[in-house]
């Protein structure tokens, strides 16, 4: 069957469209989504489109009507998601074709990772291409046929309009029908069969090399970062190079690092004035981003640049860290201690407006000498390098700066830190992005290890506060019976939606960095048993690995499994990484079995496709270190006990796991640390490898050598 529209490419960016004025003509009576708590799902309740949230309802009613089901997912902070929702669905003329032809379903990925993950694969499958806004044709039973992402309102740059879209498939459709199901059950067969794994061997220590080399190759060593634009930030491929450079000691791989991590956090993919990262960057050199700002994105970023300072000792990537989590605490955090998912790229309907500046406008508030001067290092241009406007960065280094301006560099830079602070509480002012207040599970754990682990280094208390609070809030809001929960939203206060794969080992490894930060049981065993669920309730038994979804969870056309790593490591690989902790905690080969055999069967694709899998690299590196157990006797407030601790964790070590309990006061704390003696009354440290330890020590130095 041939549906003769052309394949859809991913859009990244296009030339702005300015819309001008939006007139309602009449009283507009909301849609289902009104009932909805998702700020995306809100968006769109307005809309003359007939929409329905997925659920029984709209499947049901498919049926009865012998529709196809146009299923449009996004997420609040998707500037693309916002033009078609502008250009297609706010259009009256649009929306009826919808309504007479189609039921039509919102999703907001980021409550449902399950069907976005199932319906991503298809449209990759039909079309070559993925991206956001999905927009994908299902049978009524949910089975898809067709598939694209962005669609515009007229024909161009090759793409037919979303209405010759819209008409094209009513009519396969219903004179095609046969086809239609036949090619869709064809496509969920393909979809289904995902990639071919290994099912034998063993672990192969040669794998990161052979990562490492492929990595290298596509390498920019002049403007940092892997291929040209648009570049992605890929946090957990520069934590593999860390590993890597940890290993084997080669400079190349601190360099890649280095030099990218500098050039993205000088570029305006990083807010030089309010800390934290946008979410990409359009062209090869980190300038212009799309300027939303993710949590999951400022969580990893924080922590790859907190691991890059325990490495190098550079007060650079400490003041990045700070600023990031700062942001976070300041922009992104419920009072209740819960963190919010998203601030978008808009503002008053404009991309990127709340970040840019004129020299005019700097002038008026530094004044004309300070000015000059701040405009000269960051970038700001009467012709501006965004529209006309300015985005801040740093192109030029601050030394070369200062020589251009006769200034010695701490003059500059006094000058630099106080522009930074007036303009950041004039930019206060102006109408700030929308916020997507959602709290999602997942995402809320990956930031909870940042700050668990900052804390831990850079001795910050409120970072440690921050990480207590999120994981009282989290425990106490989204846990019941011992099953989690992916959604909590403020209105209406309840949490929602089962939890997938990601946010349980997501969570897990956020309490076991809190737990090697505080030494609360608490921490070790809710984690622990969050990966007992997992284990018991999402293991592939037959194939090895984890399904994203449980074994009690709505049933979907196909019970997803992800195994490749995106924006944030797959549920798979965190779920890899955390049993290999527990087991390296416990001794207990349950834990360690499944961890292993997914890691086995996964090294092929490792090796070739490394930033595809580049958090899974993380846990091959844990797996065939060997990884050290550490386990600390000891007070806390003991002044022994802090030194054998800070001596432990306070360099980058990535391959250990850290226990800590007082003598005959082990009891909830892992089983590394029974039956272990202090030596002369003093803290005491055993460094062992499947709990077969050397000889106890209690001085720092000898721990050092151990370690």
Known sequence: MSLNLQPVPLLLYFPRIFIIIFIKKETVVPNRLAHESSPYLLQHANNPVDWYPWGEEALRQAKAEDKPIFLSIGYSACHWCHVMEHESFENEQTAALMNEHFINIKVDREERPDLDSIYMDAVVAISGHGGWPMSVFLTPDGV??????????????????????????????????????????????????????????????????????????????????????????????????????YRNKRASSLDMVELTLHKMAQGGMYD??????HRYSVDSIWLVPHFEKMLYDNALLARLYLHTYQLTGQPFYRRIVEETLDYVIREMTHPAGGFYSTQDADSEGEEGKFFLWTPAEI?????EEESRIFCAAYDVTPGGNFEGKSILNLPTPLEQVSRNLNLTLDQLEDILSRGRKKLFIEREKRVKPGRDEKIITAWNGLMLAAFAEAARVLHRPDYREAAIHNAEFILSTMLKENRLFRIWKETPGQAKLMGNLEDYAFYADGLLALYQTTFNPRWFQQARALMDVVLDHFQDEENG???????????????????????TPCGNSMAVRTLLMLAAYTGQ??????????LISLQGPMSQYPGAFAHWLGALEFAVAPPKEVAVIGSLTSEDTKALLDATLTPY???????????????????????????????????????????????????????
Do not use: W
Not at 145 to 165: A, K
Not at 557 to 567: E, G, H, L, T, Y
Not at 655 to 677: F, G, I, K, Y
């Open 144 to 245: 898809p046929f067709y598939g694209g992402t962005y669609f515009p309102p007229t024909p161009r740059h090759g793409m037919p309009s979303f209405e010759q879209v819209l008409k094209s498939i009513a009519h396969v459709y219903h004179h095609q029908k046969n086809d239609v199901r036949n090619n869709g059950t064809a496509l969920l067969s393909r979809m289904g069969m995902g990639l071919a794994l290994q099912g034998e061997g063993s672990l192969d220590p040669a794998v990161p090399e052979l990562a490492l080399q492929a990595l290298s190759r596509t390498f920019d060593r002049t403007n940092g970062g892997f291929s040209q634009a648009p570049k992605f930030p890929q946090p957990m491929t520069y934590d593999f190079l860390l590993r890597s450079y």
């Open 589 to 598: 080969v349950r834990y360690e079995t499944p961890a292993v055999k997914a």
């Open 653 to 707: 070590r990535p391959n250990q796991v850290v226990a800590c309990a007082d003598e005959n006061l082990t009891t909830s704390h892992p089983e590394l640390v029974e039956a272990r003696p202090k030596r002369g009354g003093r803290a005491t440290a055993y460094v062992c490898h499947r709990f077969a330890c050397q000889q106890p020590v209690t001085e720092v130095e000898e721990l050092e050598s151990l370690l």
């Open 545 to 567: 690995g984890f399904f994203d979804t449980a074994d009690d969870h709505e049933q979907l056309v196909i019970r997803p499994k992800s195994v490749q790593d995106n924006a």
């Open 272 to 277: 030089q004035l309010g800390g934290g990262f």
């Open 363 to 367: 002038k008026a508030i530094l004044g």
